[in-house]
């Protein structure tokens, strides 16, 4: 098993900035990728980024440009650093990890709520 920690989330304004953060524990020798999705009132769940414990990244288009996926292997953790935020992307963001970078894997985190508005 393997349990994912993710944290960050908050309110920001238009055009402001956050900085998501998970950690993961347990099995973490099965898990080949970290990432995040995010999931809207009434929408379904969603892509946001991916990173490969290689460091090969994947992004959905909305928000190439603007977030940036990174890893630190030795603390086991992936950072989102979310910028020029739209109202657009509020939602809450779960952590998530697996075998690929190009498919949902089976671990989940708990979820942190990211509001964006004036």
């Known amino acids: 098993q393997v349990q994912l920690v993710d944290s960050g989330g908050g309110l920001a304004q238009p055009g402001g900035s956050l900085r998501l953060s998970c950690a993961a524990s347990?099995?973490?020798?099965?898990?080949?990728?970290m990432g995040w999705y995010r999931q809207a009132p009434g929408k379904r769940r969603e892509l946001v980024a991916t990173?490969?414990?290689?460091?090969?990244?994947n992004y959905a288009d909305s928000v190439k440009g603007r977030f940036t996926i990174s890893r630190d292997g030795a603390k086991n953790t992936v950072y989102l650093q979310m910028n020029s935020l739209e109202p657009e992307d509020t939602a809450v963001y779960y952590c998530?990890?697996?075998?690929?970078?190009?498919?949902?894997?089976?671990?989940w985190g708990q979820g942190t709520q990211v509001t964006v508005s004036s």
């Open positions: 990173i490969s414990n290689g460091g090969i990244t």
């Open positions: 998530n990890a697996g075998l690929s970078i190009w498919i949902m894997g089976n671990y």
């Open positions: 347990g099995n973490i020798v099965s898990i080949y990728a």
